[in-house]
């Protein structure tokens, strides 16, 4: 049985899952684990997501997290003095359904959402989600 030359080419691009781990790990900068706050951009139906990531396998995403389009709306109900104190639900997303995972990092002089969510609340995103563990 012959192979083609392109087939070839992507057997020698798949890697073992320990070598992927080996590679990942030398990358430079920041590498998302638990406890980050990410953006997961989501499709069918295309959604996208802020919060903090709870855990990534073969199988999917889970976040404690909110749509972003919600996000102002979020922070008003945190902030609202005599309101109800609200953590954010624990969503899992199949791996089929997720396009992208993005640190929630500031680009420039632009803050990241849980920058402006310190801001704005007096406390970290972790340090709120704390009180409803």
């Known amino acids: 049985m012959s192979v083609g030359a392109g087939e070839l080419s992507l057997r020698m691009r ?6 992927c781990s080996s590679i990942v790990n030398r990358l430079p900068g920041v590498m998302m684990e638990p406890h980050s706050i990410v953006v997961v951009s989501l499709h069918s139906p295309k959604e996208r997501l802020w919060g903090e990531l709870v855990e990534i396998s073969v199988a999917g ?7 972003l389009n919600s996000f102002d709306d979020f922070i008003r109900q945190v902030m609202h ?3 109800e104190r609200i953590g954010l639900p624990t969503l899992f997303f199949p791996m089929q359904r997720v396009e992208r995972i993005a640190l929630d990092e500031p680009r420039g002089s632009i803050p990241s959402l849980a920058e402006k969510f310190a801001l704005k ?3 970290t995103l ?3 989600l704390s009180q409803f563990a």
């Open 14 to 19: 798949v890697r073992s899952k320990a070598e």
């Open 126 to 128: 972790g340090d709120y």
């Open 61 to 67: 995403v889970t976040l404690r997290g909110i749509d």
């Open 121 to 123: 609340v007096g406390q």
């Open 81 to 83: 003095p005599e309101g």
